[in-house]
């Protein structure tokens, strides 16, 4: 073969290459993987022990990390329920997708990206928490929970029977369904994508029986800022209210009995305090009831004894550690149905394979700043445990420090089913990062913060973080801008936006997020946008 007959050889080659990775939307990979992407609800890094094992123990979630990729720097770009899922399945930021909070609609007729694999070959199934409002569309197989969903003896809202009702404790049914799915429904010459969303650890915290007893007794180290009284810092952080003694809710949250609070006159911490755990209870059976009293009556009786003599400083860490016994008591069974899997993925030759993702759709605060719940740009809440597994790809004990993104998922599991990926998604495909490339990534993201006023009364605030800092704008009723220096500040305790050193950083800053806007195509008049439609919707 002489050289030029080479050249055209290897340009029609390059041309083959490009013209299937990039005009084609059905799969041209040959061994295209399985995607399994399990993400819970409100599931704080802090959380789970590969990150940190002061507080609890998820050897199975950790599995994750250890055959897989550990991401330290993973965030999203609006830390709240809705608007989070929204983003991972568009590949777009909320002020594109619509669904900047829990109140917005998600607008069906975006392309998400199940519905791009789907039409590609690929067979999906979705069960789990998505909180929409509206049914999931690209899945061959749908179970949904209605709304936020509850603990015990859940309600489904399912692709082909409706509304079904189911005995048992949530996390383990969408555990089973899961299971089940793939034993018995998984057509084995696809490749498969599937969806494993719970509910747990999100609000009220409702454990299964059987770890009622380990957690119910625990004691857990207490944050260094749980007493923070927010001097150095502005507004937003003072008048929130996320705090664990006066917002968490007593009944609801605490798990005391409304006779309880009866008893020691003590007003619900808001007036659906004692309802919320009345109609949790009303759920249970009989044996769940003999159960739930079993632990919680002789809580109620020693805090019966103990009140008189508490102060507000005993109260707060009383409470912090009924919250914590709750949450890290509902991971458990979160922990153990990831081990079922990853078992399951196992015995049938499915690990090598098969890109299993962890995550929680935000962060949360485990009693840091005084605070429970999430919102915030500040790093309890935008941050969120990503661990990723794929043997074929990703080398076991990676650890990985890029700021990644929930707008990222999309994108990635397009590209690694080998389909073309839409121009509009705004993400960054974490392919080249699984493979430990260290080719450069983004060097800051955006976040923005959009529903207020509302529940836990958190101002509407957009900013910039890089490695080094963190620049906020809180807007709508008050305008105050916030600095913090990640590198000497790790817990954020200091504002020094005004201060004179920082002054270049500030302008650095603020002319990169001025880009970062319109890179992504945010704007003010966007802003203006959605807090007058805000108004009109349905609170
Ligand atoms: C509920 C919770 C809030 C929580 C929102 C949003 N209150 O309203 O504490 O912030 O959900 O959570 S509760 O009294 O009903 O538990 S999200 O995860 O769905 O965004
Ligand atoms: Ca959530």
Redesign the pocket.
């Known amino acids: 073969m002489n050289f030029s007959r080479l050249f055209f050889e290897i340009l029609l080659f390059l041309f083959g290459l490009s013209f299937f990775a990039c005009t084609s939307e059905q799969v041209h990979s040959e061994n295209p993987p399985n995607i399994i992407f399990i993400m819970s609800?409100?599931h704080a890094y802090q959380a789970i022990s590969a990150y940190n094992n002061t507080l609890t123990s998820t050897p199975n979630i950790d599995r994750i990390a250890s055959e897989g990729m550990k991401f330290t720097n993973a965030c999203v770009t609006n830390s709240?329920?809705?608007p989070s899922r929204a983003v991972i399945l568009t590949g777009k930021h909320s002020h594109i997708n619509g669904k900047v909070d829990?109140m917005f609609p998600f607008d069906t007729t975006q392309v998400t990206f199940p519905q791009i694999m789907q039409k590609a070959g690929y067979q999906t199934a979705l069960f789990g928490k998505l909180?929409f409002g509206n049914s999931p569309k690209g899945f061959d197989q749908f179970k949904i929970l209605p709304g936020?969903g509850v603990y015990y003896n859940p309600d489904f809202i399912t692709k082909n029977d409706g509304k079904i009702k189911i005995s048992g404790y949530t996390t383990d049914i969408i555990t089973k369904m899961t299971l089940d799915w793939l034993k018995e429904d998984r057509i084995k010459n696809k490749p498969f994508l599937l969806m494993y969303l719970h509910k747990a650890p999100?609000?009220?915290w409702m454990p299964a029986e059987r770890h009622l007893e380990e957690y119910t007794q625990k004691i857990f180290p207490e944050p260094e800022t749980l007493f923070d009284d927010f001097s150095n810092r502005g507004t937003a952080a003072k008048t929130a209210e996320m705090n664990i003694l006066t917002e968490m809710?007593w009944a609801?949250d605490s798990k005391l009995y409304p006779e309880t609070l009866d008893e020691l006159k003590i007003p619900e911490a808001h007036n659906?305090d004692k309802n919320?755990l009345k109609s949790a209870l009303s759920r249970f059976d009989d044996e769940q009831k003999k159960s739930f009293d079993k632990y919680y009556q002789p809580i109620n009786e020693d805090f019966i004894k103990r009140y008189p003599t508490m102060n507000s400083n005993d109260l707060m860490k009383w409470k912090y550690q009924r919250y914590m016994q709750d949450y890290l008591g509902s991971i458990a069974s979160v922990d153990e149905g990831v081990g079922e899997l990853l078992d399951y993925l196992d015995a049938n030759g499915l690990s090598e394979n098969t890109i299993v993702v962890y995550t929680s759709?935000q962060g949360f605060y485990l009693g840091e700043h005084g605070w429970f719940?999430?919102r915030f740009i500040y790093n309890e809440s935008f941050k969120t445990p990503l661990l990723v597994r794929w043997p074929k790809m990703i080398k076991p004990n990676s650890i990985n420090n890029q700021m990644v993104q929930n707008l990222d998922f999309a994108q990635t599991f397009l590209e690694a089913a080998g389909i073309k990926v839409p121009e509009d998604m705004q993400g960054e495909s974490l392919i080249p990062l699984f493979k430990g490339q260290s080719t450069a990534f983004r060097d800051a993201v955006y976040y923005h913060y959009y529903e207020f006023p509302g529940?836990?009364n958190v101002r509407r605030h957009y900013g910039i973080v890089t490695e080094d800092f963190k620049l906020v704008h809180f807007y709508y009723d008050i305008d105050e801008w916030e600095l913090y220096d990640r590198k000497k500040d790790a817990s954020e305790l200091k504002n020094v936006y005004a201060e004179e050193e920082y002054q270049e950083v500030v302008r650095n800053l603020k002319s990169k997020l001025k880009q970062l806007r319109i890179k992504y195509k945010d704007s003010d008049s966007l802003d203006h946008y959605y807090i007058e439609k805000y108004k009109t919707l349905d609170q």
């Open positions: 609800d409100d709240i329920c809705a829990n909180h936020q999100h609000r009220n809710d609801g659906w919320v759709d719940d999430k529940e836990h």
